[in-house]
């Protein structure tokens, strides 16, 4: 089973790199597949104004799991729930 992860993201955003390289490494780590979408919140004035500042936001299986910062352990355990 491939679990969806999306991730809001917006350019220059050191978060975010670090965000995206943690769900890749951890899947990885896991043999957990895993779906990354990337999201630019500022392409979307919507987006925009819900996020803001707020990225990287990441979004497992549909449901919110981080905000700024992934947290490693708590993400082994979000994609072996979601998997």
């Given amino acids: 089973m491939t679990v969806p992860v999306t991730?809001?993201?917006?350019?220059n955003c050191s978060l975010c790199v670090v965000a995206h390289e943690t769900v890749e490494r951890v899947a990885a780590d896991l043999?957990?597949?895993?779906?990354i979408e990337l999201v630019d919140v500022?392409?979307?004035p919507e987006l925009a104004a819900e996020y803001g500042e707020r990225?990287?936001?990441v979004?497992?299986?549909?449901h919110p799991a981080?905000?700024?910062?992934?947290?490693e352990?708590?993400?082994?355990?979000k994609l072996l729930a979601a998997g």
């Fill in 66 to 71: 981080f905000k700024y910062e992934v947290e």
């Fill in 55 to 57: 990225v990287p936001y």
């Fill in 59 to 62: 979004l497992i299986d549909g």
């Fill in 73 to 77: 352990r708590e993400l082994r355990l």
């Fill in 7 to 11: 991730i809001y993201t917006r350019e």
């Fill in 42 to 44: 500022d392409t979307d």
């Fill in 31 to 35: 043999d957990v597949e895993v779906d």
